[in-house]
């Protein structure tokens, strides 16, 4: 699953829109709507993004023995 697909998810989850993140930064829709389409966004942005949805971000590599490498 890809950064786009897990906001717009999560957005749905949240019943929140794209409007209301884009509120939280200071952009308008159009301007966030363009961002997730891309997937630029920086790791401190999307756990930010989480935040103001209720829920947390993790990003990280995980081996099958549980060795973990990122967050």
Do not use: C
Not at 22 to 39: C, D, E, L, M, W
Request: charged letters at 30%.
């Amino acid at each position: 699953m890809d950064i786009k697909e897990m906001i717009e998810l999560s957005l749905i989850h949240s019943n929140m829109t794209k409007t209301d993140i884009g509120n939280h930064f200071g952009v308008a829709q159009p301007n966030i709507s363009r961002r997730i389409k891309t997937s630029k966004f920086t790791k401190e942005e999307l756990e930010e993004i989480a935040h103001v949805m209720g829920a947390e971000y993790h990003s990280y590599f995980e081996f099958p023995d549980g060795t973990k490498f990122g967050d």
